[in-house]
């Protein structure tokens, strides 16, 4: 590994990220239990409902991983909606497509850059993307590709860990400390566990995400946050005149 690919910058070549997610893809899922106490799957549900899909409609969710969110997409576009989940790191879509079962065309996995999305432009009513944004080399450049492939008035939806206000004692301990141990003892990957927090204090603090998402052409942009301000819900609106 290179001095510039130190797992505690939370920096890491694309190549190195899909290669850490290839690897904890068997535990990832119960590492998510246990470091959110099971509030994980309650966030990507409010990500889901504020991607405004309904029967019919459709989505894509970009770093898809496991592909939770792309399953409560689903339940609200069923039964002749569509969603397709997109993520480079072939281990975690195999698990994201064990999950979906015989769902059938409307629920895809499919390999793919989030900075170089297989779709055309405004093709879905929405695109999510939970936990992921900050491992993408280009913040910009994804955000640009999200709105890209959102037809006009449609949504982007962004849910991601971030540095609370207030608690940030107990918060450094929790992410600096407890977070790379059960990463080490649960995931067998200190070096996951360690890029974990610091990519998160190296990622804009929501005001300036909500910036950024007004930059790549986003209007209507709202965040809230939950878990005392740990993570962030952040969603905009592709403009409905022509861009
Ligand atoms: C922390 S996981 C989040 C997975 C899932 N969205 C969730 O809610 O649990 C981040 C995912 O982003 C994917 N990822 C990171 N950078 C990516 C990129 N440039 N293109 C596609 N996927 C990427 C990783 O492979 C990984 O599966």
Not at 49 to 60: E, Q
């Amino acid at each position: 590994m290179s001095a510039t690919a130190d797992p505690r910058s939370g920096r890491l070549p694309a190549g190195e990220v899909r290669a850490m997610f290839d690897r904890i893809a068997p535990r990832y899922d119960l590492l998510n239990r246990v470091m959110t106490a099971g509030l994980d799957g309650r966030w990507r549900e409010a990500a889901a409902a504020a991607a405004d899909v309904a029967a019919g409609g459709s989505a894509i969710d970009v770093c898809t991983g496991t592909g939770d969110l792309a399953l409560a997409l689903a339940r609200r576009v069923t039964p002749s909606g569509r969603v397709l989940g997109v993520d480079f790191a072939e281990n975690m879509l195999e698990i994201a497509r064990q999950k979906a079962g015989e769902r059938g065309p409307s629920l895809e996995f499919v390999a793919g850059d989030a900075l170089a999305l297989p779709a055309a432009d405004d093709s879905f009513d929405a695109a999510t993307v939970a936990f992921g944004i900050r491992n993408v080399s280009d913040l910009d450049g994804a955000l640009a590709e999200m709105a890209r492939v959102v037809r006009p008035g449609g949504k982007v939806v962004i849910l991601e860990i971030t540095t609370p206000r207030r608690l940030r004692g107990f918060y450094h301990a929790w992410f600096d400390r407890v977070v790379p141990l059960l990463g080490r003892v649960l995931g067998r990957d200190g070096d996951a566990y360690g890029y974990l927090p610091a990519s998160v204090r190296r990622f804009p603090e929501p005001p300036e995400l909500a910036r950024r998402m007004s930059q790549a052409g986003l209007v209507d942009i709202r965040w809230r946050p939950f878990a005392a301000g740990i993570i962030a819900l952040h969603h905009g609106r592709v403009p409905s005149s022509p861009r």
